[in-house]
Nanobody
Framework: QVQLAESGGGLVQPGGSLRLSCAAS????????MGWFRQAPGKEREFVSA????????VYADSVKGRFTMSRDDAKNTAWLQMNSLKPEDTAVYFC????????????????WGQGTRVTVSS
């Protein structure tokens, strides 16, 4: 069983950047599909990005494509989400998750979740 802990959130101005990290313990991140999701106030949790277990595929939501980059560092047992050109609509709590399946956009297919880190994009 893997435990996940996000960090790196905060307040940033529109157009700014943040890098979120998801530190894993208990199991190696390369045993799982790693995903990032976000949830804005009053909205459902939505898919942001996912990185396949083998590292051969990365998937992004259309809303973040070209601005966000997901990566994984096996030596540090950590997944990252680099977020550039942030917009106010990116404001949300961001969650890291792990799945034993490759169904990257389906929330219910992720078995393990972190507690989330809050990102606020505002001037």
């Amino acid at each position: 069983q893997v435990q996940l802990a996000e960090s790196g959130g905060g307040l940033v101005q529109p157009g700014g950047s943040l890098r979120l990290s998801c530190a894993a313990s208990g199991r190696s991140v390369n045993m799982y599909t790693m995903g990032w999701f976000r949830q804005a106030p009053g909205k459902e949790r939505e898919f942001v990005s996912a990185f396949s277990r083998t590292g051969g595929a990365t998937v992004y939501a259309d809303s973040v494509k070209g601005r966000f980059t997901m990566s994984r560092d096996d030596a540090k047992n950590t997944a990252w989400l680099q977020m550039n050109s942030l917009k106010p609509e990116d404001t949300a709590v961001y969650f890291c998750a792990a799945s034993t399946l490759w169904t990257p956009k389906i929330v219910s297919q992720y078995n393990y979740w972190g507690q989330g880190t809050r990102v606020t994009v505002s001037s």
